[in-house]
């Protein structure tokens, strides 16, 4: 089989495609071609750091009245406000004026209201309404999404093995298991476990990128306090999306509904304790 790989910042991190299949290299790179084209509009539709952004367009004018929302842009959103729900809010969409109110994002036009939360976003049809002035974010779940679209891009291009990863959010597929190597939260520059996925996605959240005195961007949506711990939590599951989202699950919910969702999910989680 022909191989190609190719890398390329989006969604505020380098993404890496990797591609085998029985074609030529023109083929292989239009493949590649249209799995970044669905991370690039991922990126557009849905960044908070972008002011022309669909996003950022909604989050200025959503609580004034219901406004039109795309297609790409509910799917997520429906998802995300699922998981808010069935996690008791430990993940919720709606973190994002916390996030902002920690110097975390940008400054916005609109000052999000300190107990907004996914309860209050309402969508009827295409059309999306906040009951309060907030600021959704999909940074929780967004790399994960973008991985499973360029996923199926690739999948139509008639791939047979790929691996896209966006940062350590990533997702494989084809006969073959593929070795993938998880950092260690005591010392990160350093590898800790190798696990096997095989038509499968991996994504995992820790601390241990946080510059000097700044505050983790993992924020508890409920208390609006960072993550303080030292632990690394990663999620294997069928899909990126998945386990993105589960991972930020995994560090704030309940024992019991985080347990519930991994069952739902199908998905496993590996827990690396950090220092003590």
Not at 38 to 55: C, F, N, Y
Not at 229 to 250: E, N, R, Y
């Amino acid at each position: 089989m022909n191989q190609l790989r190719r890398a390329r910042p989006w969604l505020g991190t380098l993404v890496e495609i990797s591609v085998a299949a029985d074609l030529d290299t023109p083929a292989l790179l239009a493949a590649v071609e249209a799995a970044y084209a669905v991370i690039a509009e991922v990126h557009t539709t849905m960044s908070v750091h972008e002011p022309g952004s669909e996003l950022s367009r909604l989050n200025r004018g959503a609580h004034l009245g219901a406004m039109p929302a795309s297609a790409g842009l509910l799917t997520i959103l429906r998802a995300a406000l699922a998981f808010a729900e069935d996690s008791d809010g430990a993940f919720d969409p709606v973190v994002g004026g916390r996030l902002t109110a920690l110097g975390l994002l940008p400054a916005s036009e609109v000052t999000a209201a300190p107990q907004a939360n996914w309860r209050d976003v309402l969508i009827d049809g295409d059309q999306l309404r906040f009951l309060q002035p907030l600021r959704l974010d999909f940074g929780g779940i967004a790399k994960g999404h973008a991985v499973d679209c360029a996923i199926d891009a690739l999948r139509a291009a008639g791939i047979a093995e790929a691996q896209v990863n966006a940062g350590g959010d990533l997702r494989v597929f084809g006969p073959a298991a593929q070795r993938i190597a998880l950092r260690d939260p005591r010392a990160p520059s350093r590898w800790s476990q190798i696990v096997e996925l095989q038509d499968q996605a991996l994504a995992s959240s820790a601390g241990y990128y946080t510059a000097g005195a700044s505050p983790s961007a993992l924020v508890d949506p409920r208390s609006g306090q960072p993550y303080a711990g030292s632990d690394s939590v990663s999620v294997i599951a069928p899909t990126c999306l998945a386990a993105d989202a589960l991972t930020k699950v995994a560090l704030f919910a309940a024992p019991a509904r985080l347990e519930a969702l991994l069952e739902q999910y199908e998905a496993q989680l590996l827990v690396q304790r950090g220092a003590n």
